[in-house]
Nanobody, 121 residues
Framework: QVQLVESGGGLAQAGGSLRLSCVASGHILSINTMGWYRQAFGKPREMVARIKSDGDTNVADSVKGRFTISRDNAKNTVYLEMNSLKREDTGIYYC???????????????WGRGTQVTVSS
């Protein structure tokens, strides 16, 4: 069983910064892609940023230049550095691990439970 646990959410003022972390645990052999998604109240979940194991990234236009994604493959951890926060960045941020290969010789995608980010003006 693979579990993802996010941390680092909270309340920030507009223009401020937050850093999210997500640790994947379990009998993991490799993780192809790790990423962050967010969901604002009443809106569908959207991709924020993704990073492959080779460091290749995909970042949403809405956060490009403000958010930076990184990962530590040895620790199965992904980070999201969020700067110049805006009110519209408010939402629940979910971590996702894609194509997780485990000792059970089974590959699947997994989601964390999410962490709330609230940006006030």
């Amino acid at each position: 069983q693979v579990q993802l646990v996010e941390s680092g959410g909270g309340l920030a003022q507009a223009g401020g910064s937050l850093r999210l972390s997500c640790v994947a645990s379990g009998h993991i052999l490799s993780i192809n892609t790790m990423g962050w998604y967010r969901q604002a109240f009443g809106k569908p979940r959207e991709m924020v940023a993704r990073i492959k194991s080779d460091g290749d990234t995909n970042v949403a236009d809405s956060v490009k230049g403000r958010f930076t994604i990184s990962r530590d493959n040895a620790k199965n951890t992904v980070y999201l550095e969020m700067n110049s926060l805006k009110r519209e960045d408010t939402g629940i941020y979910y971590c996702k691990a894609e194509r997780v290969w485990t000792t059970a010789r089974y590959e699947a995608d997994y989601w964390g439970r999410g962490t709330q980010v609230t940006v006030s003006s």
